[in-house]
């Protein structure tokens, strides 16, 4: 068991045997890293069994398994990155032949030191990882010079969506001296929660956007770029431009990814055919045009397997729609159906008898466990996959609208980080949304991974609750608000009518006004009123600006009702 060192603290080894632990440690080694999957070949050891020869021989252990033939993703130099920060040294890591080991410790190395000292010393270890150059490189090597565009910020903001600003205003509110960051590429900021309204004909699409620019706070530094690479480890974001920016506490609100590619057929056919979306702004109205000409035939309405932001919104535009159809007398010659993958109308069973009472009003076909999986535009044909018994059939329907909601994930570059969690979305403690494992690190809206609904009303409330999150960690204090999982949908069953959805963790309900003022499990007009009017001024001169209407952040471990 030749170990070979490719520097004074760090060495590669081909495959060990517990028997050899005991080695490693009269060598020098206080640390095994393990990068080789159990299960490669019949006389490889178990790295359980490696685990507690090492730990009975007091050395410490951390495993990340890369499978062969591959060349680590970003998570995996983030977990080596962070193991090698935080685990004592000299450490030893192992895989079958011991390349894995250098491989993964060159792109853990870069941006530490300038690329050809990293290759040349994996060389003299007998590995050639010269094929890595360019990922080694683009990680912003160390020279003489600082490194390109370098900058720092006490609170570092990923995104200046709904949750990035709404945090940003929420953070100035308490501490107008705080150095604030917010990164974000986009020149434009979008209403998202409006889009549902221009797919029925109450707003224009104008209505829903502004400039960037015109909504950002002005006691932050807005970084035009996108995030590229995270490196929690180091308290380091790196950006499109290759350029870094490190920060004291992080705050990611990148938002949640729609993957329009997803569905065969789709992209190519969005915005005509009679195929559309309210869930993009420039197709919104294309959704309202096909209502309006319609006069017969078939409306199929979808959504995707969970989770997706607004979770109502895929059957806000069936009731928005059908709605209009009734008001001009042609409803009873159209055909609609809603295919939905989840397993029912709602998540929140109080709210699906009132639901249901219009699903039945409009003589809609509702289709649960029915996913759309491929679409012909110009033959105007939906394919589903549904459920039937214990197996699952596949379905052709012709249309003559098909509105489309598509399958959402997080962003690439948080699937990839050590950010994220088995579902590929921050792992946040779901009271504080403080990351589980880098406490520097906060998340707000869609992205973050809880089972809290992804909706603008969600992060109204986490702002204020991430905001004093942030500040107690910049004073070496515990998080010290709770945040309970609220969310809310307005569910606009008819034109002046809405079922205001309102709950927390565990699906109960969470009603922000009193019963007799309110009733959330009836259509009522006060709530379509909130929707048309108040809401839309809550969020461009309300949640932007830090200020804090009815959501007063609640004290950590406080007593719970219900």
């Given at each position: 068991?030749?170990?070979?060192?490719?520097?004074?603290?760090?060495?590669?080894?081909?495959?060990?045997?517990?028997?050899?632990?005991?080695?490693?440690?009269?060598?020098?080694?206080?640390?095994?890293?393990?990068?080789?999957?159990?299960?490669?070949?019949?006389?490889?050891?178990?790295?359980?069994?490696?685990?507690?020869?090492?730990?009975?021989?007091?050395?410490?252990?951390?495993?990340?398994?890369v499978k062969a033939g591959t060349v680590p993703d970003e998570a995996q130099v983030a977990q080596t990155r962070t193991?090698?920060?935080?685990?004592?040294?000299?450490?030893?890591?192992y895989c079958r032949s011991g390349a894995r080991v250098a491989q993964i410790w060159a792109l853990a190395e870069a941006g530490k030191r300038p690329a050809a000292e990293i290759i040349a010393a994996?060389?003299?270890?007998?590995?050639?990882?010269?094929?890595?150059?360019?990922?080694?490189?683009?990680?912003?090597?160390?020279?003489?010079?600082?490194?390109?565009?370098?900058?720092?910020?006490?609170?570092?903001?990923?995104?200046?969506?709904?949750?990035?600003?709404?945090?940003?205003?929420?953070?100035?509110?308490?501490?107008?001296?705080?150095?604030?960051?917010?990164?974000?590429?986009?020149?434009?900021?979008?209403?998202?929660?409006?889009?549902?309204?221009?797919?029925?004909?109450?707003?224009?699409?104008?209505?829903?956007?502004?400039?960037?620019?015109?909504?950002?706070?002005?006691?932050?530094?807005?970084?035009?770029?996108?995030?590229?690479?995270?490196?929690?480890?180091?308290?380091?974001?790196?950006?499109?431009?290759?350029?870094?920016?490190?920060?004291?506490?992080?705050?990611?609100?990148?938002?949640?990814?729609?993957?329009?590619?997803?569905?065969?057929?789709?992209?190519?056919?969005?915005?005509?055919?009679?195929?559309?979306?309210?869930?993009?702004?420039?197709?919104?109205?294309?959704?309202?045009?096909?209502?309006?000409?319609?006069?017969?035939?078939?409306?199929?309405?979808?959504?995707?397997?969970?989770?997706?932001?607004?979770?109502?919104?895929?059957?806000?535009?069936?009731?928005?729609?059908?709605?209009?159809?009734?008001?001009?007398?042609?409803?009873?010659?159209?055909?609609?159906?809603?295919?939905?993958?989840?397993?029912?109308?709602?998540?929140?069973?109080?709210?699906?008898?009132?639901?249901?009472?219009?699903?039945?009003?409009?003589?809609?076909?509702?289709?649960?466990?029915?996913?759309?999986?491929?679409?012909?535009?110009?033959?105007?044909?939906?394919?589903?996959?549904?459920?039937?018994?214990?197996?699952?059939?596949?379905?052709?329907?012709?249309?003559?609208?098909?509105?489309?909601?598509?399958?959402?994930?997080?962003?690439?570059?948080?699937?990839?980080?050590?950010?994220?969690?088995?579902?590929?979305?921050?792992?946040?403690?779901?009271?504080?949304?403080?990351?589980?494992?880098?406490?520097?690190?906060?998340?707000?809206?869609?992205?973050?991974?809880?089972?809290?609904?992804?909706?603008?009303?969600?992060?109204?409330?986490?702002?204020?609750?991430?905001?004093?999150?942030?500040?107690?960690?910049?004073?070496?204090?515990?998080?010290?608000?709770?945040?309970?999982?609220?969310?809310?949908?307005?569910?606009?069953?008819?034109?002046?009518?809405?079922?205001?959805?309102?709950?927390?963790?565990?699906?109960?309900?969470?009603?922000?006004?009193?019963?007799?003022?309110?009733?959330?499990?009836?259509?009522?007009?006060?709530?379509?009123?909130?929707?048309?009017?108040?809401?839309?001024?809550?969020?461009?001169?309300?949640?932007?600006?830090?200020?804090?209407?009815?959501?007063?952040?609640?004290?950590?471990?406080?007593?719970?009702?219900?």
């Amino acid at each position: 068991m030749p170990t070979r060192h490719l520097t004074e603290n760090y060495a590669v080894s081909p495959q060990i045997a517990v028997s050899d632990v005991a080695d490693l440690k009269a060598e020098g080694f206080r640390t095994i890293l393990c990068f080789r999957p159990d299960g490669e070949s019949p006389d490889q050891s178990d790295m359980g069994a490696i685990e507690e020869a090492a730990k009975e021989a007091g050395l410490a252990f951390a495993a990340v398994p890369v499978k062969a033939g591959t060349v680590p993703d970003e998570a995996q130099v983030a977990q080596t990155r962070t193991a090698l920060a935080t685990l004592p040294a000299p450490v030893v890591g192992y895989c079958r032949s011991g390349a894995r080991v250098a491989q993964i410790w060159a792109l853990a190395e870069a941006g530490k030191r300038p690329a050809a000292e990293i290759i040349a010393a994996a060389g003299k270890a007998g590995v050639d990882v010269s094929a890595l150059r360019g990922r080694i490189e683009s990680v912003a090597a160390p020279s003489a010079a600082p490194r390109k565009g370098a900058a720092h910020f006490q609170v570092l903001i990923i995104g200046g969506g709904a949750g990035g600003l709404s945090v940003a205003g929420s953070l100035l509110k308490r501490n107008s001296h705080l150095s604030i960051g917010v990164v974000e590429p986009s020149n434009e900021h979008f209403y998202q929660p409006g889009w549902t309204l221009v797919g029925g004909g109450v707003f224009q699409a104008a209505q829903t956007r502004r400039k960037e620019a015109d909504v950002m706070p002005k006691d932050v530094v807005w970084v035009r770029q996108a995030a590229k690479l995270f490196r929690p480890d180091v308290r380091e974001v790196v950006l499109g431009d290759g350029s870094v920016v490190s920060y004291d506490a992080l705050i990611v609100a990148t938002g949640i990814t729609l993957n329009w590619d997803a569905i065969p057929g789709l992209t190519e056919t969005l915005g005509k055919n009679g195929v559309t979306s309210n869930y993009r702004f420039d197709l919104a109205p294309y959704t309202w045009q096909l209502v309006q000409q319609l006069k017969s035939g078939t409306a199929i309405f979808t959504q995707p397997p969970m989770p997706i932001k607004c979770a109502g919104a895929p059957q806000k535009a069936v009731y928005l729609s059908c709605d209009a159809w009734k008001r001009r007398g042609v409803l009873d010659s159209i055909s609609v159906e809603f295919d939905t993958a989840t397993p029912g109308l709602f998540g929140v069973k109080e709210f699906v008898p009132p639901l249901m009472e219009y699903i039945k009003r409009y003589h809609v076909g509702l289709h649960t466990g029915s996913k759309l999986v491929a679409v012909d535009g110009p033959n105007r044909t939906a394919v589903f996959e549904r459920k039937a018994g214990e197996g699952v059939e596949r379905v052709e329907r012709k249309f003559d609208m098909l509105h489309v909601v598509p399958p959402q994930s997080a962003p690439q570059v948080i699937r990839e980080s050590a950010l994220a969690g088995s579902d590929g979305f921050v792992e946040v403690n779901p009271a504080t949304l403080q990351h589980v494992r880098f406490p520097d690190v906060f998340a707000i809206g869609d992205v973050i991974g809880t089972s809290s609904a992804k909706t603008a009303a969600a992060v109204r409330v986490q702002a204020p609750v991430v905001a004093t999150n942030v500040l107690a960690f910049l004073k070496h204090q515990a998080p010290v608000s709770e945040y309970e999982g609220y969310g809310a949908c307005p569910l606009t069953v008819e034109n002046g009518r809405i079922v205001l959805a309102e709950f927390r963790y565990g699906g109960k309900l969470a009603p922000t006004l009193p019963k007799w003022l309110l009733n959330g499990q009836k259509p009522t007009r006060l709530a379509w009123w909130l929707k048309k009017y108040v809401m839309p001024l809550m969020y461009w001169d309300g949640m932007l600006k830090g200020r804090e209407l009815m959501v007063a952040p609640k004290p950590l471990n406080a007593k719970k009702d219900g």
